[in-house]
């Protein structure tokens, strides 16, 4: 099993060009989510999914678009980059439900992304 | 927020000691979950632990909560250079949102 897998690992964009940041799991993970993480913040939550055809906003929606088409992709799209969205962008994903939150996320290996 | 808060930034020791990482947090839970992310890759998960339990062991590592105080601990016993990492506490949502907070997570240098 590969687990989660986020494609680019490094991207550079300009001010104002779009992008669309991949993410996939091959656990059949109904929840999937996703972080980004700037130094001195932690990883805060963009937008996240409890299954196919459902989505819903995090903490730092703004600028971030995702859908949820099927169960193994969550894409997440930056619609008009900005230096204020460079950041290492993590994906996760989780196969169990607890009263409250996800049970154990499993996280992919990161996309680094650099907005000029 | 939710959001926990780790405790202390960074911790430095050597081989062979303990390491201990306290997290805070602002209101009721019904589960928190310890991971750890070593330099330039994704988070891995460590341990659960659920609002009815007070303490729990996996391996070297040992995770107190006390939801009167709001916090937890993690232990890492007879660190190794290997454990050098960010650890990082998260906690949900009691009103049933499906989420999970992070906080900003302690920086362990064990050096050997």
């Known amino acids: 099993n590969a687990g989660v897998t986020q494609t680019p690992k490094f991207q550079v964009l300009k001010t104002g060009q779009s992008m669309t940041l991949q993410c996939a799991q091959d656990?059949?993970?109904?929840?999937m989510s996703w972080y980004r993480q700037d130094p001195g913040m932690g990883l805060r939550l963009i937008h996240y999914s409890v299954g196919a055809g459902i989505t819903d906003q995090g903490e730092v929606p703004n600028g971030y678009n995702v859908s949820r088409s099927t169960t193994e992709d969550f894409p997440l799209r930056l619609l008009s980059a900005a230096p204020s969205q460079t950041s290492v962008y993590f994906c996760a994903s989780s196969g169990s439900r607890l009263a409250g939150g996800p049970g154990e996320l499993f996280f992919g290996e990161g996309s680094r992304l650099t907005v000029l | 927020s939710q959001q926990g808060e780790e405790d202390p930034q960074a911790l430095s020791i050597q081989e062979g000691e303990n390491a201990t990482m306290n997290c805070s947090y602002k209101?009721?839970?019904?589960?928190l979950q310890w991971y750890r992310q070593n330099s330039g890759r994704g988070l891995v998960h460590l341990i659960l632990?659920?609002?009815?339990?007070r303490e729990k062991h996996s391996g070297r590592l040992r995770v107190t909560l006390d939801t009167s105080k709001k916090s937890s601990s993690l232990l890492i016993t007879a660190s190794r250079a290997a454990d050098t990492a960010s650890y990082f506490c998260?906690?949900?949502?009691?009103?049933?949102?499906?989420?999970?907070?992070f906080g900003k997570g302690t920086m362990l240098l064990v050096s050997p």
């Open positions: 209101t009721s839970i019904n589960n």
């Open positions: 656990m059949n993970h109904e929840y």
């Open positions: 632990i659920r609002s009815n339990e």
């Open positions: 998260a906690t949900d949502e009691p009103s049933g949102y499906s989420t999970l907070t």
